[in-house]
């Protein structure tokens, strides 16, 4: 039954010569999303062999299993980061010469710190085992525990944003969102032994800083307190944004931590559901009674002034 399948096409026609910002004609290609997602399952079954394969995988074939694996993500992740590397540099999308190299030798780059996200996420593992008495081993927890497979892909993504390759961190950063709950910019810089305890609905934010021991709990934002804007109105890119977190930190379910000039100093706990826009001491205990916010040092017992930011 013909559904006036003419007019449709006339009509998203037109929308698209009118609808501008969300079209790309006559533009170079963008990154493929599914490249990128297949790249982040191949990143898991490099950086956790045995645990996302469907064979086992026996110690004599290892280094060949392994070749075949980084010889597959170099030509993939070449052909990605040369597209997204095209249009930082040139929104035509024109060739230019020496891209080819510098995607090779960005993926390369990136490649080789593997070997130290590894020895990153075997500690990440440790925590959560340390952290959660419900665990019983660490290969329920690489299996089944959303936070592990969240941090191990922002981890790959933090390289690649070092590395100053646009876009595809941020599309393994939200692949890894869509399927834990969990919720870390590409750019937040997060040390070791790094917890998340059950993980939906956490956020972290680009310019987030969180130290080494450092556990949250479902919910908890490390946001921003505002947005700078231009003389045109228009927000200023770039600014530090979110809160710094220091070692041996746990933040409680739903805390919300907001601010560029915020820290929280080490050893500190922080409450559930406690709403901070100021830097804390270490070692202090903060909870809220009714509205108010109540600080205690956890090494004195005594309760410390907080001013609240107006």
Request: charged share 25%; glycine share 8%.
């Amino acid at each position: 039954m013909d559904c006036g399948q003419q007019k449709i096409v006339d009509s998203l026609v037109t929308s698209y010569h009118e609808v501008g910002g969300i079209n790309r004609i006559d533009s170079a290609n963008l990154p493929s999303k599914r490249k990128v997602i297949a790249t982040c399952e191949s990143l898991l079954q490099l950086l956790f062999p045995g645990y996302h394969d469907e064979e086992p995988i026996p110690s004599d074939e290892l280094e060949m299993i392994t070749g075949e694996r980084i010889a597959s993500l170099v030509e993939t992740l070449e052909v990605e980061v040369a597209k997204t590397l095209r249009l930082r540099d040139d929104e035509t999308g024109e060739t230019h010469p020496g891209l080819a190299k510098q995607a090779h030798d960005l993926v390369c780059e990136f490649l080789n710190d593997l070997p130290e996200l590894r020895r990153l996420l075997q500690t990440d593992v440790e925590a959560a085992y340390e952290g959660d008495p419900a665990a019983k081993n660490f290969d329920e927890i690489i299996l089944a525990y959303p936070c592990i497979e969240a941090i191990a892909i922002q981890r790959c993504a933090h390289c690649l944003y070092k590395l100053d390759v646009p876009l595809i961190p941020r599309i393994m950063t939200e692949y890894a969102h869509n399927l834990t709950g969990i919720d870390i910019h590409p750019g937040a810089t997060i040390g070791s032994h790094f917890f998340i305890d059950h993980g939906t609905g956490v956020v972290i934010g680009e310019t987030c800083t969180i130290g080494n021991h450092v556990k949250l709990y479902h919910g908890v934002t490390l946001g921003a307190r505002n947005f700078p804007k231009d003389e045109n109105g228009r927000v200023v890119k770039g600014n530090k944004r979110h809160p710094d977190v220091e070692d041996h930190v746990v933040i409680y379910p739903h805390a919300t931590v907001l601010g560029g000039k915020t820290v929280i100093g080490k050893s500190s706990t922080i409450g559930a559901n406690v709403f901070l826009r100021e830097s804390v001491e270490e070692f202090s205990f903060v909870t809220t009674v009714g509205e108010e916010l109540n600080i205690i040092d956890k090494r004195t017992g005594e309760t410390v002034p907080y001013a609240s930011p107006k």
